[in-house]
């Protein structure tokens, strides 16, 4: 588990032990942020910057590992997201967002605890926000948020070693954002803890409502029922979870839709859906509680969901059963009715874990 041991690093072994190390290098970087040059002695410089940083001499052996990691699967998804535009720039939008994916996949072969792993996924998200959260619509709000997942303190040091890791004409720019970030965050109680709010209800809101809500006053809750909305890659384990907590509460199942209109996962799903929520709505008219079967593995389509059942002003409860693709498939294997491997590997590849932010309360069980 070298990926973890920041104590016996050796850069050999690391490149010869990883394909994505590998990748790294030969990846170009624009020169006007990144004249050092490839991802690969940009990756190297910022560990070593790392391991030079009195914030990280004085962290916990466990934070330590959470840092080393970070900061080597920070730009794990440049070589896939790197472009050079036909001004000759070099950009990799978007590479923050898909290393997330990446790293976890990476990560999950490791077998780490559900907490750990997701702190070093988070923090390969985010790696940017602290040098440039002030471009943000929302800046107040894009740091509460990224509270609830991560350790704000941890992120800039990440933010840190990837400033001081690299040559560019901004760093002492770059350096000083970070330490307003700091700064913020502790105006806004979020300094290296997640921010509290007043009730689950009134954090909802914050995250869910156009006008201004404050975290330190309590809102009424006036939500009628419970949705359970399952998440999870197909074969983790939402069935067994269902019976074992929750099984006399009525359930609206795709695959159960599926199968009773006869349709594959191939075919078009718009009659699934149309059904589906027809059922649903059916539940939150009547107040009552029920649970939403099937796989939500990704944010956007949970938001609209949620999005749903908060118009008939229902309490939402995310329950996310984290397995490894490798349990999974086996899983799979031994069910009645079974879905192919690739198609599972390809939901597992587009996973996007829930976050507390989404809904009133987020379940984690981890099937592993």
């Known amino acids: 588990m070298l990926l973890l041991k920041p104590a016996q690093y050796d850069w050999a072994k690391l490149h010869q032990e990883y394909d994505w190390i590998r990748n790294l290098k030969d990846c170009p970087q ?23 940083l009195p914030a990280y001499a004085q962290c916990t052996a466990e934070e330590q590992q959470i840092l080393f990691a ?33 790293a976890r996949e990476v990560l999950m072969a490791l077998h ?39 350790n704000t303190r941890l992120l800039a040091i990440v933010a840190e070693a990837d400033a001081r890791g690299r040559i560019c004409h901004d760093k002492a720019e770059l350096l000083t954002k970070n330490e307003l ?16 709010f007043a009730s689950p209800h009134t954090r909802f809101l914050y995250f869910h409502k156009d006008e201004p809500v404050y975290p330190d006053s309590p809102i009424f809750d006036d939500c009628y029922g419970d ?35 006869d349709l594959d996962f191939k075919d078009n799903q718009g009659k699934v859906l149309q059904e589906s929520q027809e059922e649903a709505k059916k539940y939150l008219r009547a107040k009552k509680s029920f649970v939403w079967n099937a796989t939500n593995i990704n944010r956007q389509r949970r938001q609209g969901l949620i999005d749903l059942f908060t118009v008939y002003k229902a309490r939402v409860i995310v329950v996310y059963v984290h397995c490894s693709l490798e349990k999974a498939l086996a899983q799979n294997r031994q069910r009645e009715v079974q879905i192919k491997d690739n198609v599972i590997a390809r939901f597992f590849a587009k ?10 309360q987020v379940i984690i069980v981890n099937a592993d």
Not at 183 to 188: A, D, F, G, V
């Open 30 to 52: 624009d020169a006007i942020h990144h004249a050092e040059g490839d991802v690969w002695i940009h990756t190297r410089m910022v560990v070593e910057e790392l391991l030079a």
């Open 70 to 102: 970070a900061c080597l699967l920070h730009d794990i998804a440049k070589p896939a997201c790197t472009v050079i535009e036909p001004t000759g720039r070099i950009t990799s939008a978007g590479h923050a967002k898909m290393g997330e994916g990446m």
């Open 112 to 150: 780490l605890a559900y907490p750990l792993q997701e702190q070093i996924c988070k923090l390969v998200r985010y790696h940017g926000l602290p040098l440039w959260f002030l471009e943000k619509q929302n800046p107040e709000k894009a740091i509460v948020q990224a509270s609830l997942m991560l």
């Open 181 to 196: 970030f700091r700064s913020y965050c502790e105006e806004l109680q979020c300094w290296g803890k997640p921010r509290e």
């Open 227 to 261: 949705v359970y909305l399952m998440c999870g890659i197909p074969g983790a384990g939402k069935d067994t979870w269902i019976r074992q907590n929750v099984p006399d509460l009525p359930m609206v199942s795709l695959d159960a839709i599926r199968e009773r209109l």
């Open 351 to 360: 996973l996007e874990p829930p976050t507390l932010d989404e809904a009133h």
